[in-house]
């Protein structure tokens, strides 16, 4: 069974870098064809992908959020790390660390979501 599970701090204060980290367990990240993301959703307003890295460690950006976006992961701990910089009230929302699959829109596990919060 896939596990997937976010950590990170829930509050966050304005022009801060926000850094959330997703445990896998039952799949290694390293493994084909499998594509690990990080989508948000602010209150009221729905899904946004926001970006993600490939099996081979290759990543990808939402272009509205490349310029303050970077994914990267630990492959000895099994994990990948968002970090969100110069963070506003826009950022506020539920975020989720995502397992699919190269190519596609498919997701098949999802984290339980982690609610972050910006406020000074």
């Known amino acids: 069974q896939v596990q997937l599970q976010e950590s990170g701090p829930g509050l966050v204060k304005p022009s801060q870098t926000l850094s959330l980290t997703c445990t896998v367990s039952?799949?290694?990240?390293?493994?084909?064809?499998?594509?690990w993301s990080w989508i948000r959703q602010p209150p009221g307003k729905g899904l946004e992908w926001m970006g993600g890295?490939?099996?081979?460690?290759?990543?990808d950006y939402s272009p509205s959020l490349k310029s303050r976006t970077s994914i990267s992961r630990d492959t000895s701990k099994n994990q990948f790390t968002l970090q969100l910089s110069s963070v506003t009230h826009e950022d506020i929302g539920v975020y989720y660390c995502?397992?699919?699959?190269?190519?596609?829109?498919?997701?098949?596990?999802w984290g339980q979501g982690t609610q972050v919060t910006v406020s000074s």
């Open positions: 890295i490939h099996h081979s460690g290759n990543t």
């Open positions: 995502v397992r699919g699959y190269m190519g596609t829109d498919e997701y098949d596990y």
């Open positions: 039952g799949e290694s990240i390293t493994t084909s064809p499998y594509y």
